[in-house]
């Protein structure tokens, strides 16, 4: 009967149009944006690419997140660190690609270490002239700081405002850090110019599309693992954490390796949408430390909706599409509509667009089902969905009101 | 030290000495009892006398100053922590009844079922027959058969403190502790539960600590009476009530 409810929930159903939908759009994109020609209007220019592309990959890091603070309550406010580390791993192994190509022409050291009178090559470089080094380094950097971090706080179990607090002072530490010249990461400038990634020009259109397809299949893989991940037994335990820690404990469970595993997941994501990110915008800076950025992916995903997989996604290309409009229309404004559709989500829309959808959808449901037996609705929703088993299906009087959609 | 090892054999729970002061307050103050094997044992006294404390002690959530406790003879609960302690077979209720509020009711008895607590098993966990059996059984005993599928949230406060029972029973224990498990209960679920601790208590210890005289007298089972962290008077229910100490304690002076 679990998988009966498995496969009914709508928010498994949500969970699986939202991957169809991001397959469609990475093979969908590349013919609007290089088979059809530039003057039709289904045409896609190559700055829409790179903007939407830009927005799956925070959708990525909205999702990382969710993982943590909506499923298990952990409200990480550095989570834009680890977005960061993974940007800089690429970003490494995207200066190496310029080879002599720069404009001192130094074949090994990058331009801004020959400003910097720097002979030698850092130790922490090598390796990143290799895709594949860099993409080991674009998992593991991320997923050791997490590790590490989260192995000494939550066994010191701090929990709740406190844990947010460290963990912005974790991406305001490594901010500082990344703008001193001689950590060796390009200072204040960051690392820019790039020219070719893995042999082709990062500026070409059909690099641009390719990125841009690789965003949304990834982005579609992480919905399939975290959606897998939330629905384990683990899954459970995550949210069991998030309601009754005690309660876990004293059932023999060790939270803080609930805990931990979620937050080293996380941060492997948050960081592989990093990866994603530099090349399609051209530059990692310190910039992306800033405490803010971390901020900001609080609100995408409490405005989509928290504990749940499509929210984060919904909320973070939403946020991030009104934003561009703004910052073109109204620059002045954006940071007020941001504070006040935070305060507004917060008061009105707790469980954010995707929450109340669902309820609103549930409810309307419930008025449906009232009328008539149990059975005559339960009949069309089988056959509507395949994989029923009717016999087993939560009569929807029972499963909607206390809906939290529990994806 | 020979001698203290033939007395602990018998016992489930033996507490000798314990102390424990939060900022300069003594809790539980040299408190000693022994709880022996398969016994059923209501704890009860005033607010304030250390029930909870001791509880706190002998799950690992709170060290001792001092004393010793131990568990099933030998094993020391001071060198343990609360999920070392639990996988050893101690089970815990709380006072306020903790059930996991956005899960069904069958999943919060998943969650408690005795089996691996690491994280690997749990990812790819696959229900087995003999798990849905054992789910079964605990829903038909804690009286929730029919709301198998409701969240948690939504049943009523005596269905909760059931729930309760019925992960701890989940979890297999050798000795389960119940912090006040009628607490806000009808007299009909009061009676009820008695019922069911009872039956608990053929194939368990359970340790249960408990305000409410009229339950206490349904359980028919030794009373402890703790009084400002330690033990006021101890035996059966009307030998404890008849006590000039404990009368004092309840009634004022």
């Known amino acids: ?407 | 030290m020979s001698h203290n090892r033939t007395s602990r054999s018998h016992t489930i729970l033996y507490l000798d000495g314990i102390s424990v002061s939060f900022d300069g307050f003594r809790a539980v103050n040299n408190l000693s009892f022994t709880v022996d094997k398969g016994e059923m044992r209501a704890i009860i006294g005033p607010n304030g006398a250390g029930k909870t404390t001791m509880m706190d002690i002998v799950t690992g959530k709170t060290r001792p100053d001092e004393g010793e406790v131990f568990f099933d003879g030998d094993i020391d609960l001071t060198r343990h922590d609360e999920a070392e302690i639990a996988m050893m077979g101690i089970g815990r209720k709380f006072q306020k009844p903790t059930v996991f509020e956005s899960h069904t009711v069958e999943d919060n008895l998943l969650l408690s079922l005795k089996g691996p607590r690491s994280i690997l098993p749990a990812l790819f966990h696959r229900r087995s027959a003999a798990e849905a059996k054992r789910i079964d059984d605990i829903l038909g005993m804690i009286r929730l058969a029919d709301r198998r599928d409701a969240l948690a949230a939504s049943l009523s406060h005596g269905q909760k403190q059931w729930l309760e029972i019925g992960m701890l029973l989940a979890q297999d224990p050798k000795l389960l502790l119940v912090d006040e498990p009628v607490a806000g209960m009808t007299d009909a679920e009061t009676e009820e539960t008695a019922r069911l601790l009872k039956d608990i208590a053929e194939s368990h210890s359970v340790v249960v600590v408990e305000h409410d005289m009229h339950f206490v007298r349904e359980l028919g089972v030794k009373v402890t009476c703790l009084h400002e962290g330690s033990v006021l008077s101890e035996g059966t229910l009307d030998f404890v009530s008849a006590d000039e100490r404990v009368i004092e304690v309840y009634l004022g002076r």
């Open chain 1, 1 to 407: 009967m679990m998988t009966g409810r498995f496969f009914l929930g709508t928010a498994d159903r949500r969970v699986s149009t939202m991957i169809a939908l991001l397959v469609a759009v990475a093979m969908v994109v590349p013919i609007l944006a290089l088979v059809v020609p530039a003057g039709s209007v289904m045409h896609m220019p190559p700055y829409m690419v790179a903007l939407t592309g830009k927005y799956l990959c925070y959708a990525l890091l909205a999702l990382s997140l969710d993982l943590v603070w909506g499923y298990c309550g952990i409200l990480s406010l550095g989570h834009a660190a680890f977005f960061a580390l993974g940007g800089y791993a690429m970003g490494m192994y995207l200066m190496r690609q310029i080879g002599s190509r720069g404009v001192y022409g130094n074949p090994l050291l990058p331009d801004f270490m020959v400003f910097l009178n720097w002979q030698e090559l850092p130790w922490y470089w090598y390796g990143f002239d290799r895709f594949w080094f860099a993409a080991i380094m674009i998992v593991l950097v991320p997923g050791s700081l997490a590790f590490g971090f989260g192995w000494l706080a939550f066994r010191s179990r701090v929990t709740g405002v406190y844990l947010s607090i460290i963990t912005q002072a974790l991406t305001y530490a490594l901010l500082l850090a990344f703008f001193r010249n001689d950590m060796g990461f390009g200072g204040n400038n960051g690392l820019t110019d790039f020219k070719d990634i893995l042999g082709f020009n990062v500026q070409a259109t059909p690099t641009r599309v390719a990125l841009f397809s690789a965003s949304a299949l990834i982005l579609a893989l992480a919905v399939f693992v975290t959606w897998r991940i939330v629905t384990s037994k683990y899954g459970k335990l995550l949210v069991a954490v998030r309601d009754a820690e005690s309660r876990t404990r004293f059932l023999g469970w060790r939270a803080e390796n609930v805990k931990l595993f979620a937050f080293t997941v996380s941060a492997v994501m948050a960081g592989v949408a990093g990866a994603l990110y530099v090349p399609q915008v051209g530059i990692i800076n310190p910039g992306e430390f800033e405490p803010g950025n971390s901020i900001e992916v609080v609100i995408w995903t409490a405005v989509g909706g928290r504990a749940t997989i499509v929210g984060p996604i919904v909320g973070a290309v939403l946020v991030n599409a009104a934003k561009s409009w703004f910052t073109g229309a109204l620059p002045e404004l954006w940071l007020f509509a941001l504070g006040g559709l935070f305060v507004l989500v917060t008061l009105f829309l707790p469980k954010g667009i995707v929450g109340v959808w669902g309820e609103w959808r549930s409810a309307r449901h419930v008025r449906a089902a009232k009328p008539g037996e149990r059975i005559e609705v339960e009949a069309p929703a089988a056959i509507a969905r395949p994989a029923a088993k009717p016999a087993s299906w939560v009569p929807p009087q029972d499963a909607s009101i206390k809906a939290q959609p529990a994806e």
